[in-house]
């Protein structure tokens, strides 16, 4: 297929099974170009039933065989797959960029994140962390009991489902942060493609497998799903052999996959992050200069064309005075902030209908809208405004509006300002802007609150960026995750697919490796 500057995009529309090229039977489809919602791409068809099966049974069969492997044997394969996308060139960042919207730069960025991540998790492997190991000495001259020789690691739980992010064609998806973490753990990845960009996916596919296939990988260890519709996904969670789930998208993408893992006669945990609105708490010490924090706060909303999980959609504002310079300036920033591809058709239609519904409730007024940009799906940014009465009397303004989009809500005191952040969902992040004493001492009696309902909170800065290291929490309270105690992004996200396992008074010869005594070999 011959793509922008003369390369050529060498995806096929099939799913890959562990390295085998499995066409689909389903209906046709095709993927879209974002800027003009045009078919573009070789003809896909879903994955049938039994190709969904076969997925899963490759996985399980290569479970214990992948669980056994040396831990610089399991590094070696995700430092591999780094390379073999690096080595993919342009030839991956054009497809996406056709796909998705997104500009080269952007995709530039997010290729190095995803390979930086995998080799992150390379290192977590060779560290021996992954494992876990705990030691409790025996006691046998304890009375009134003896206590018994104790020790415990952590072993993966067996073959992951993943579903990609529509936002992150790279970081989020095929070799994304669920993909690298749970490989990490030990455990093969069945990988669901996202429909928004099956080219982009297959490409990064073919080149985990060629990873595998270098390092010599157990056959199963990954495979990549094709699907459109909700029925492939759906047959994978309910498939017994799948034992944990991975998903970022939609709220209700997320619902329908936790009530199929919950359906089944043995339930298994879905890590899925869903949604978030990300307030953005502004003290009035932080409106000495309201020109510069409206243009920053501008350029975090309008980041990725506000399709990002940390994008600030909710901007609390003081009454008075100052809070009135900061909305006369947002409107004046947002002006000259010129609309984005977005990611989907579908998804720009959603946008709009969700400013629409913003502007048609009581109360809500325009703060400012930039331009649109060139095409029919890159609307302009917009805030709108209301009274935290009216905010707090409408349920349906706490919604996500998924893209440059805000709702910006006016406090009068303290105590209003923590009635609204009490009422609100959990989220992913939540950020406050402050300077002073007085505003120190606010943030401080604020804080407890936050940390109830945010996975990561951010002081004088902004939530889009999320760094990929150790310290990191990509995560938060329901909605935001449907397992608040995790993270996606950084170090701590294997946790997410392993289990303890405590071995009671067992011989050196028993023990698995990094548990034995003598460390001669079992």
Same mark, same amino acid.
């Given at each position: 297929?011959?793509?922008?500057?003369?390369? *050529?995009?060498?995806?096929?529309?099939?799913?890959?099974?562990?390295?085998?090229?499995?066409?689909? !039977?389903?209906?046709?489809?095709? &993927?879209?170009?974002?800027?003009?919602?045009? /078919?573009?791409?070789?003809?896909?068809? #879903?994955?049938?039933?039994?190709?969904?099966?076969?997925?899963?049974?490759?996985?399980?069969?290569? =479970?214990?065989?992948?669980?056994?492997?040396?831990? @610089?044997?399991?590094?070696?394969?995700?430092?591999?797959?780094?390379?073999?996308?690096?080595?993919?060139?342009?030839?991956?960042?054009?497809?996406?960029?056709?796909?998705?919207?997104?500009?080269?730069?952007?995709?530039?960025?997010?290729?190095?994140?995803?390979?930086?991540?995998?080799?992150?998790?390379?290192?977590?492997?060779?560290?021996?962390?992954?494992?876990?190991?705990?030691?409790?000495?025996?006691?046998?001259?304890?009375?009134?009991?003896?206590?018994?020789?104790?020790?415990?690691?952590?072993?993966?739980?067996?073959?992951?489902?993943?579903?990609?992010?529509?936002?992150?064609?790279?970081?989020?998806?095929?070799?994304?942060?669920?993909?690298?973490?749970?490989?990490?753990?030990?455990?093969?990845?069945?990988?669901?493609?996202?429909?928004?960009?099956?080219? !982009?996916?297959?490409?990064?596919?073919?080149?985990?497998?060629?990873? =595998?296939?270098?390092?010599?990988?157990?056959?199963?260890?990954? %495979?990549?799903?094709?699907?459109?519709?909700?029925?492939?996904?759906?047959?994978?969670?309910?498939?017994?052999?799948? !034992?944990?789930?991975?998903?970022?998208?939609?709220?209700?993408?997320?619902?329908?996959?936790?009530?199929?893992?919950?359906?089944?006669?043995?339930?298994?945990? *879905?890590? =899925?992050?869903?949604?978030?609105?990300?307030?953005?708490?502004?003290?009035?010490?932080?409106?000495?200069?309201?020109?510069?924090?409206?243009?920053?706060?501008?350029?975090?909303?309008?980041?990725?064309?506000?399709?990002?999980?940390?994008?600030?959609?909710?901007?609390?504002?003081?009454? &008075?005075?100052?809070?009135?310079?900061?909305?006369?300036?947002?409107?004046?920033?947002?002006?000259?902030?010129?609309?984005?591809?977005?990611?989907?058709? #579908?998804?720009?239609?959603?946008?709009?209908?969700?400013?629409?519904?913003?502007?048609?409730? #009581?109360?809500?007024?325009?703060?400012?809208?930039?331009?649109?940009?060139?095409?029919?799906?890159?609307?302009?940014?917009?805030?709108? @405004?209301? @009274?935290?009465?009216?905010? /707090?009397?409408?349920?349906?303004?706490?919604?996500?509006?998924?893209?440059?989009?805000?709702?910006?809500?006016?406090?009068?005191?303290? #105590?209003?300002?923590?009635?609204? +952040? @009490?009422?609100?969902?959990?989220?992913?992040?939540?950020?406050?802007?402050?300077?002073?004493?007085?505003?120190? =001492?606010?943030?401080?009696?604020? +804080?407890?609150?936050?940390?109830?309902?945010?996975?990561?909170?951010?002081?004088?800065?902004?939530? !889009?960026?999320?760094?990929?290291?150790?310290?990191? *929490?990509?995560?938060?309270?329901?909605?935001?995750?449907?397992?608040?105690?995790?993270? %996606?992004?950084?170090? +701590?996200?294997?946790?997410?697919?392993?289990?303890? *396992?405590?071995?009671?008074?067992?011989?050196?010869?028993?023990?698995?490796?990094?548990?034995?005594?003598?460390?001669?070999?079992?």
């Amino acid at each position: 297929m011959e793509m922008p500057g003369g390369t *050529v995009a060498p995806h096929t529309g099939h799913s890959i099974l562990a390295g085998r090229d499995a066409p689909g !039977t389903g209906p046709v489809w095709r &993927g879209v170009r974002a800027a003009t919602g045009e /078919a573009w791409g070789p003809q896909l068809r #879903d994955a049938s039933a039994e190709q969904v099966a076969e997925a899963a049974a490759l996985a399980a069969s290569a =479970a214990r065989p992948y669980r056994a492997l040396p831990p @610089e044997r399991r590094a070696a394969f995700l430092d591999a797959c780094a390379e073999e996308i690096e080595a993919l060139g342009d030839g991956l960042l054009e497809p996406a960029a056709v796909e998705t919207g997104l500009p080269l730069p952007r995709l530039t960025g997010e290729r190095a994140r995803t390979c930086a991540q995998l080799r992150m998790f390379a290192d977590l492997v060779r560290s021996g962390e992954v494992a876990g190991a705990r030691f409790t000495s025996a006691l046998p001259e304890r009375r009134p009991l003896p206590r018994p020789d104790l020790r415990l690691r952590r072993v993966p739980v067996g073959p992951v489902a993943v579903f990609g992010a529509g936002n992150f064609p790279l970081a989020f998806s095929v070799a994304g942060g669920d993909t690298a973490s749970a490989l990490a753990a030990g455990c093969p990845v069945v990988f669901k493609a996202h429909p928004a960009h099956p080219g !982009t996916g297959e490409l990064v596919a073919r080149a985990v497998t060629a990873a =595998a296939r270098r390092t010599g990988m157990p056959a199963g260890v990954f %495979s990549l799903l094709v699907g459109r519709g909700t029925e492939t996904g759906q047959a994978l969670v309910r498939d017994p052999r799948i !034992t944990a789930v991975g998903f970022t998208g939609s709220r209700s993408g997320g619902l329908a996959l936790l009530a199929a893992a919950a359906e089944r006669p043995v339930p298994i945990p *879905v890590y =899925a992050e869903m949604s978030a609105v990300n307030p953005v708490v502004l003290l009035p010490g932080a409106l000495a200069d309201p020109v510069a924090l409206a243009e920053a706060y501008t350029a975090s909303l309008t980041t990725g064309a506000g399709q990002l999980c940390t994008s600030p959609g909710l901007l609390l504002v003081p009454a &008075g005075p100052e809070g009135d310079a900061f909305r006369t300036s947002l409107a004046k920033a947002l002006a000259g902030a010129t609309g984005q591809v977005m990611l989907t058709p #579908d998804i720009t239609g959603a946008f709009t209908e969700g400013v629409r519904r913003w502007a048609a409730a #009581d109360g809500v007024a325009v703060v400012g809208r930039g331009l649109p940009g060139p095409g029919p799906y890159a609307p302009e940014p917009v805030v709108l @405004e209301c @009274e935290a009465g009216s905010y /707090a009397a409408q349920p349906d303004l706490a919604g996500e509006v998924f893209g440059a989009a805000a709702l910006l809500v006016r406090w009068s005191d303290p #105590d209003e300002l923590t009635a609204l +952040l @009490e009422g609100l969902e959990g989220q992913l992040t939540a950020t406050l802007h402050g300077d002073g004493a007085a505003d120190l =001492a606010a943030a401080r009696r604020l +804080l407890p609150v936050l940390e109830e309902r945010a996975g990561r909170v951010v002081w004088n800065g902004w939530p !889009t960026g999320v760094e990929v290291c150790e310290a990191v *929490v990509h995560g938060g309270p329901w909605p935001a995750t449907s397992a608040p105690g995790t993270t %996606s992004v950084g170090t +701590l996200a294997v946790d997410r697919w392993l289990r303890p *396992v405590c071995y009671q008074s067992f011989p050196d010869a028993l023990l698995p490796e990094g548990l034995r005594t003598d460390g001669e070999p079992g």
